[in-house]
């Protein structure tokens, strides 16, 4: 698994600033787009995927030990599209 530290080094490289700066400006970039998609605003990246806020309707589940049901209430998911350049590699 590659980490913040892992993608800044890679980022510095690349683009000639230091890992310090490389890792604020990704530290930042996730923060803004968390930031965005809790407003409800979807977040699309192009070529990459679409970052977006779900509601997830209430249902019902069973318990697997009790077999009581429960319902489950409606919540907001936090979700990830790719984009189909990624989804086909």
């Known amino acids: ?5 892992e993608l800044a080094k890679t980022v510095a490289k690349k683009t ?8 604020m400006v ?3 970039f996730v923060d803004e787009v ?3 998609v809790n407003k ?3 977040v699309n990246l192009v070529g990459f995927g679409i970052f ?11 318990n697997p030990r ?3 049901v429960i319902n489950v ?6 979700v990830f599209r790719a984009s189909s350049k990624i989804k086909y590699l």
């Open 1 to 5: 698994m590659v980490g913040i530290s």
């Open 16 to 23: 000639g600033v230091s890992q310090k700066q490389a890792r």
């Open 26 to 28: 990704i530290r930042a």
């Open 34 to 36: 968390i930031d965005q």
């Open 40 to 42: 409800g605003n979807k």
């Open 52 to 62: 977006e806020r779900r509601v997830q309707k209430a249902r019902k589940a069973r």
């Open 66 to 68: 009790t077999k009581e």
């Open 73 to 78: 209430p409606e919540k907001k998911k936090f």
